[in-house]
């Protein structure tokens, strides 16, 4: 069975930084690409950031570039998601999800949530 | 806003059929598959549909997707209560390089 499961989220102060972890678990975890996908209180999906199975490639959304970090360990089977520099505006839950041929998420964790507040 | 256009909700009754739109561009409808997500209140989205049409396995064939041009569809018939959730569609950007998402319709079973 696949299992994404996403940890460390809490409250942090504006201009703070946060590490968000993802474990996997069901698939070999370096044949998949992976992303980071958010979703404000009450709001839409946003897409923020990709990495390939090789850590290669890696894409960021306009809205976290030069702020966030995706990374992944396939020897420990986990997705990493460094925030620095947040923002009241990146207050969401973030999910860890499995990435198809780049075009469509077939496996979301549940997900874990980001409150920037001072 | 959203890159992908989606009306914010949509209605109709049990057992009844409604349809939900999907409106992009060249960049990213144009050129790449869709996919449709389910998000039931409080939980994570799942994927309903994949590559404009097909459906993951224990998806049932009541959900349906399509795409023309620029724009796609999903389809739900014999609608049920156990529907009422927020739909998304997605795809990627080739321009933009990531997914972007539709703003999520929500769906009433009245």
Redesign the interface.
């Known amino acids: 069975e696949v299992q994404l499961v996403e940890s460390g989220g809490g409250v942090v102060q504006p201009g703070g930084s946060l590490r968000l972890s993802c474990v996997v678990s069901g698939f070999i975890f370096s044949d998949y690409s992976m992303?980071w996908?958010r979703q404000a209180p009450g709001k839409?999906?946003?897409?923020i950031s990709?990495i390939s199975g090789g850590s290669t490639t890696r894409?960021?959304?306009d809205s976290i570039k030069g702020r966030f970090s995706i990374s992944r360990d396939n020897v420990k089977n986990s997705l990493i998601l460094q925030m620095n520099n947040l923002r009241d505006e990146d207050t969401a839950v973030y999910?860890c999800a499995r990435d198809?041929v780049?075009?469509?998420?077939?496996?979301?964790?549940?997900?874990t949530l980001v409150t920037v507040s001072s | 806003h959203s890159v992908l256009t989606q009306p914010p909700s949509v209605s109709s009754a049990p057992g009844q059929k409604v349809t939900i739109s999907c409106s992009g561009s060249s960049s990213n409808i144009g050129k790449n598959f869709i996919s449709w997500y389910q998000q039931l209140p409080g939980t994570a989205p799942k994927l309903l549909i994949y590559d404009n049409n097909k459906r993951p396995s224990g998806i049932p064939d009541r959900f349906s997707g399509s795409k023309s041009g620029t724009s796609g569809t999903l389809d739900i018939t014999g609608l049920q209560t156990g529907d009422e959730a927020d739909y998304y569609c997605g795809t990627w950007d080739s321009s933009l390089r990531g997914l972007v998402f539709g703003g999520g319709t929500k769906l009433t079973v009245l």
């Open positions: 992303n996908v839409g999906l946003e897409w990709y894409y960021y959304a999910f198809r780049g075009t469509y998420i077939d496996y979301w964790g549940q997900g």
